[in-house]
């Protein structure tokens, strides 16, 4: 499984505080739809809107701190972790345990040390597609294969991992391997087409 995961990095997590006197909830968005998102250089990479529906019916998610599995601040599967696809993105809302971890963590982002999140997502089983018509690619995931987690980060790490780059170059190579098929079939049409003329002279 971690070798097929990708994790991206996003702003704007912030603590929302309750009118109603409920504890306050951490809220956010895990990802933006149709917006271009730098890769590290190697490419720009875009989520179209409703990517993550197949996702979320079949994902049981967690909300972790810094992807640290020992630090689980939400899950799916309680309702303590909302996920919920909007006109803007994947929208995130997640109702924290009552621990003094958190509390610090609350701390930290009211005083806005803290203010971004991350998912670890992986494309197998998924659907997406490349445009390399211009100078840099361009990826759009079109259906995320399975989203693992979300988490609040302190750092926002390097937005891609050596996958990433990888399905690039696995792309590249469909596209050489379906070039050469194409290829191939064209010099066996011509050389039926050649022996066909041969036996009618």
């Known amino acids: 499984m971690t070798k097929q995961r990708e994790v991206r990095i996003l702003d704007g997590l912030h603590v929302e505080e309750r009118a109603d006197g409920k504890p306050p909830v951490l809220v956010g968005y895990a990802a933006v739809f149709d917006t271009e998102t730098d890769i590290a250089g190697f490419f720009r990479e875009k989520v179209k809107r409703g990517a993550f529906t197949p996702a979320l019916s079949k994902s049981d998610v967690h909300a972790l701190f810094n992807h640290d599995e020992n630090i689980v601040l939400g899950r799916a599967k309680a309702n303590t972790l909302r996920l919920t ?11 924290p345990p009552d621990t003094q971890d958190v509390r610090d963590l609350m701390t930290k ?3 806005g040390d803290i203010d971004q999140m991350s998912f670890a997502f992986s494309m197998r089983g998924g659907k997406q597609s490349w ?7 361009v990826r759009t995931i079109e259906e995320v294969g399975e989203l693992y987690d979300v988490s609040v980060v302190t750092r926002g790490a390097y937005p891609t991992t050596e996958v990433a780059v990888r399905s690039l170059e ?4 469909s596209v050489r391997k379906e070039q050469n098929s194409h290829a191939a079939a064209r010099r066996v049409r011509m050389k039926m087409d050649l022996g066909l003329k041969t036996r009618r002279a």
Request: zero cysteines; glycine letters at 8%; a negative charge.
């Open 85 to 95: 696809e909007d006109d803007k993105g994947l929208r995130v809302e997640i109702d």
């Open 109 to 111: 982002m009211k005083r």
């Open 131 to 137: 445009d390399e018509s211009g100078d840099i690619p």
């Open 170 to 173: 696995e792309h590249r190579e």
